[in-house]
């Protein structure tokens, strides 16, 4: 599943001084196998960069976290299939939170770019939507067969 190396359009950017911005996104992967945590890391990464025009040039570095259920696979092999491979990524583990939502995946890519702050689209994805419903709120995305469930 290799992405194409141009930007994807969407709204365009506020004419301004490229500056380095954080995007943060989440989704659920159905179960602990690994196909299932890279396809749902793959669409996660492809939706925050289409909804926010950024390109693979426009990446700094990305950091992944998974909760502690999620120990088959590393996101960042997801982003490397989709063709970031001249970006530094990084996997870590969520602190085991009791109570906490499972099977989460989440992001946080740093970008360079021109448009303000409030105009990036953070994106929340499936089940993960519950953790920032404000944001999540925005625009709802549908879920492929593989990323369903609870």
Do not use: K, W
Not at 2 to 22: F, H, I, K, L
Not at 82 to 101: K, N, R, Y
């Amino acid at each position: 599943m290799q992405r194409s190396r141009t930007t994807t359009a969407a709204a365009p950017p506020t004419p301004g001084p490229a500056v380095v911005r954080a995007i943060r996104g989440a989704t659920r992967a159905h179960a602990d196998e690994p196909a299932l945590i890279e396809a749902a890391t793959g669409e996660l990464l492809s939706t925050i960069m289409d909804r926010n025009a950024v390109g693979d040039d426009d990446l700094i570095s990305i950091l992944f976290t998974v909760t502690p259920d999620l120990a088959s696979a590393y996101p960042a092999r997801a982003a490397r299939e989709l063709g970031l491979t001249e970006v530094p990524l990084m996997c870590a583990t969520e602190i085991p939170v009791p109570g906490a939502l499972t099977r989460v995946i989440r992001v946080l890519a740093h970008v360079h770019t021109s448009r303000p702050r409030e105009s990036l689209r953070h994106v929340y994805l499936g089940g993960a939507a519950v953790l920032r419903p404000d944001l999540a709120a925005v625009e709802a995305v549908p879920t492929g067969p593989l990323l369903r469930g609870e």
